[in-house]
Antibody
Framework: EEQLVESGGGLVQPGGSLRLSCVVSGLTVNSNYMTWVRQAPGKGLEWVSLISTDGKTFYADSVRGRFIISRDNSKNRLYLQMNSLRADDSAVYYC?????WGQGTLVAVSS | DIVMTQTPYSLSVTPGQPASMSCKSSQSLLHTSGKTYLYWLLQKPGQSPQLLIYEASNRFSGVPERFSGSGSGTDFTLKISRVEAEDVGVYYCVHTIQFPWTFGQGTKVEIK
């Protein structure tokens, strides 16, 4: 069974950093595109980043230069390194392919 | 960036009645491959999104037959033939034809 399980969220001060992890099971992380999508409280869905099968990375303008998507093929995990965090980065972050979504991990940026 | 516009903002539907919602994109989602990169997702209350329709008109595995997607180019429709109580939530369209992927703002479906 395919499953995505995120972790690493929490409360962080503006300007701080967090690294989100996604444990991938039932599919191989380097054989599939993988994305991060976020949802601010009470708001809609926003695509954040994608890593392709050949390792190319793509970012939303709002996070480019601050966030880094990566994967560990040996651990079958996906990551999102988030730096220079701002209040408007506060959201539930989903590890996802369109066909399968994790349960999300909450990131709150506040002083 | 491609702008995705969903209408209506919300729908209140009597169980057993049909429902329809629209998604319009600011650019064509028809790829040179012949595929149309438009997807429909449902986010039920308190849950993660789930895929309903891929490539505009293909029902994803396990999705009930009462859900159907249609459209081409820039105009797309999701129809529910007979709404059931479990269909409540917010329906999103999203394109994947280019980066950044963008979502519509969602259509909220409630039961009367």
């Amino acid at each position: 069974e395919e499953q995505l399980v995120e972790s690493g969220g929490g409360l962080v001060q503006p300007g701080g950093s967090l690294r989100l992890s996604c444990v991938v099971s039932g599919l191989t992380v380097n054989s599939n595109y993988m994305t991060w999508v976020r949802q601010a409280p009470g708001k809609g869905l926003e695509w954040v980043s994608l890593i392709s099968t050949d390792g190319k990375t793509f970012y939303a303008d709002s996070v480019r230069g601050r966030f880094i998507i990566s994967r560990d093929n040996s651990k079958n995990r996906l990551y999102l390194q988030m730096n220079s965090l701002r209040a408007d980065d506060s959201a539930v972050y989903y590890c996802a392919r369109l066909t399968i979504w994790g349960q999300g991990t909450l990131v709150a940026v506040s002083s | 960036d491609i702008v995705m516009t969903q209408t209506p903002y919300s729908l209140s539907v009597t169980p057993g009645q049909p429902a329809s919602m629209s998604c319009k994109s600011s650019q064509s989602l028809l790829h040179t491959s012949g595929k149309t990169y438009l997807y429909w997702l449902l986010q039920k209350p308190g849950q993660s999104p789930q895929l309903l329709i891929y490539e505009a008109s293909n029902r994803f595995s396990g999705v009930p037959e009462r859900f159907s997607g249609s459209g081409s180019g820039t105009d797309f429709t999701l129809k529910i033939s007979r709404v059931e109580a479990e269909d409540v939530g917010v329906y999103y369209c999203v394109h994947t034809i280019q980066f950044p992927w963008t979502f519509g703002q969602g259509t909220k479906v409630e039961i009367k």
